[in-house]
């Protein structure tokens, strides 16, 4: 199941939940997240609250990234759990600066809502812009220039 119609899942109950199993290629993420060769398990829950949804998700997966420092590929486990509050994009501007405690994730289409779409904002939205491995010999590379990239590295930190 790709997409869920929630409109039509909520005239007759109040709950929706699927476990979702997909594979990387099916999440088209950035290609700085890298493939794994492993599937990715994912279970959604979403609840009509009011006017809007609250959304239970979490995913276990793997991926592999870059680390930012020694520049070496390395695996990352990743197991999230969010809460999202669901809500059709704001009319106004005004709409918009409403803000609670939920994390807010905002529907483009009632009818056919996108649950790929979903779980890839969430493994994006967990993964650092500072991806640091934890290998012991993590070190930043020297590079053919002849200077210390580590020199420039601490500068700009
Ligand atoms: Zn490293």
Known sequence: MRSV???????????FSTTLTLKHSELDLPNDIMDSGESFSAQITIYKKGAFYEAT????????????????VFKKELDLKET??????????RENLKIDDL???FIEDEEN??????VREQIILSIPTR?????????LPISS????LRSLYEKAN
């Open 131 to 139: 991806r640091i491995c934890s290998s012991e010999s993590c070190q």
């Open 103 to 105: 994390a807010v994730s």
């Open 57 to 72: 998700i979490s995913v276990i997966g793997k991926v592999l990234l870059e680390c930012s420092r020694c520049l070496s």
């Open 5 to 15: 119609n929630l409109k039509k899942v909520f005239e007759k109950s109040r709950k």
């Open 84 to 93: 999202l509050s669901l809500r059709p994009y704001p009319k106004t501007y």
């Open 145 to 148: 220039e002849g200077f210390s």
């Open 113 to 118: 809502f996108d649950l790929i779409n979903l």
